[in-house]
């Protein structure tokens, strides 16, 4: 009997069309990235659970343990991960963390500040929802140095993302900015010592609301007037540099705020000088949940799908990569590829031109003749024009059909010319000329598929 086959929730798979469009947005992020000088490079795709715990925040919620031996969990007998005493093993949940420790094995082999950007897939239990998977690619560039970081790197990022999002069809789109050093100094100058767990909560805000994040702060410990006053430093979101007259205005000092409103207030500075207005806003309602993070923070969302989340978040981490004798701070910023083009498909009808990346389909008169075909299309290849060859010596109407399903803009006749030699035809306005593989020249616009939306 035939196993039936189900879907696995949170494990997208792409059909052709749109995994040609998501691969056109990884070209466009992988350029981008390279125009900036990162060097990409690549991790495993497993690390210590232990390792995991440690850097991740809630991540001991979300880790993929990994078993060794998958009959030996099959058939009872054990074989998770960390049996036979080895070290636990688990899907790394996001970039950062293999990156981190990438960083302390690889010191003495890099030059430092180094610039790195990583384009790989990460692993999440969590429960799939719109927007959130279990299984995910992600883009990620990070700037780190030895001892100390400069803060203009945590000024490029924001820049780095604008620029990749201006040559997608994202439509309106805005960079959050905010500096972990503001809620800090902010909640101590207010009295509130415990400021990681404030932090999580107020990062709930854009998905629980002012009440319920009231309600929270006030069963956390704090008084009705300091959930106020959190809620209050929340709501101030500028495009330029006033934010700190705002935040100045309720009337909160501390070392730590004015740190971080004089780096978050170069950050802006330096958006204002490079990106379209309002691209990157000043939002105090960014904490972002990790641990990790001790300076400015990110978090980009698409106009007018904000439910969905993020699709594109990081921040200034001063302590993640340690040894016992040097610190490597950084400051890094992760698109949620996945993500990204998954709202795009559902909600702005993202597809690509063609279902294949060949632009020519070299017909086959007769299967003796097929090493003619052959030839044609490696005379085309060599020239970089893709194409492929008739599967089947069919008649010429059914071979012009199978170029149309799969959306191939043209055919090519070996043979065809009253000299004997060949032509070419554009079965979109039918126009048939006589053509030779070493010279023909295929439009620009058809050489690759092209994004199309709805």
Request: proline content about 5%; some cysteine.
């Amino acid at each position: 009997m035939a196993t039936k086959v189900t879907p696995i929730s949170g494990f997208p798979e792409l059909l052709p069309r749109e995994r040609i469009a998501e691969q056109h947005v990884l070209d466009v992020v992988r350029r981008t990235f390279e125009l900036h000088g990162y060097a990409g490079i690549e991790t495993r795709a497993v690390e210590p659970v232990e390792r995991l715990l440690g850097k991740g925040g809630d991540a001991d919620k979300e880790i993929y343990a990994v078993s060794r031996l998958a009959g030996a969990v099959a058939d009872g007998r054990g074989g998770g991960a960390g049996s036979g005493g080895e070290a636990a093993l688990g899907l790394h949940f996001d970039l950062t963390v293999p990156f981190a420790r990438y960083v302390l094995e690889n010191a003495g082999k890099l030059t430092f500040p180094f610039r790195r950007y990583q384009i790989q897939k990460s692993w999440r239990g969590e429960r799939p929802q719109e927007g959130r998977f279990r299984e995910f690619t992600q883009a990620d560039i990070d700037v780190v140095d030895v001892g100390s970081l400069a803060p203009h790197f945590e000024a490029e990022m924001p820049l780095v993302i604008a620029e990749v999002f201006e040559q997608l069809p994202v439509g309106d789109f805005r960079v959050r900015v905010n500096n972990r050093k503001i809620p800090q100094g902010f909640y101590l100058g207010i009295g509130l010592t415990d400021v990681v767990t404030t932090l999580r909560i107020v990062d709930k805000l854009d998905k629980v609301g002012a009440d319920a994040v009231r309600t929270m702060l006030v069963d956390a410990g704090a008084s009705g007037e300091q959930a106020e006053q959190c809620l209050a430093l929340a709501r101030i979101c500028t495009p330029d540099g006033t934010f700190a007259e705002r935040v100045r205005a309720l009337g909160v000092s501390h070392p730590h705020l004015e740190e971080g409103l004089q780096i978050l207030t170069d950050v802006m500075a330096a958006a204002a000088a490079a990106t379209a207005p309002g691209r990157v806003v000043a939002d105090l309602s960014v904490a972002r949940g990790l641990d990790y993070y001790t300076g400015t923070v990110y978090e980009t969302q698409v106009a007018g799908f904000e439910s969905w989340g993020s699709v594109a978040g990081g921040g200034r981490y001063d302590s993640l990569a340690a040894d016992d004798r040097t610190t490597y701070p950084g400051v890094g910023i992760s698109i949620g590829v996945t993500r990204l083009v998954q709202l795009l498909i559902a909600k702005r009808g993202l597809t690509a031109s063609r279902s294949t990346p060949a632009a020519v389909l070299v017909a086959v008169s007769a299967e003796e003749e097929r090493p003619a075909s052959l030839a044609v299309a490696t005379a085309l290849r060599a020239r970089g024009i893709p194409c492929e060859v008739a599967p089947a010596a069919d008649r010429f109407g059914k071979q012009i059909r199978y170029a149309d399903r799969r959306g191939i803009p043209y055919v090519w006749f070996p043979g065809a010319a009253e000299d004997g030699g060949d032509q070419v035809k554009d079965i979109r306005s039918g126009a048939q000329s006589d053509a030779r593989a070493e010279a023909w020249e295929c439009p620009p616009e058809d050489l690759r598929p092209a994004l199309v939306t709805a």
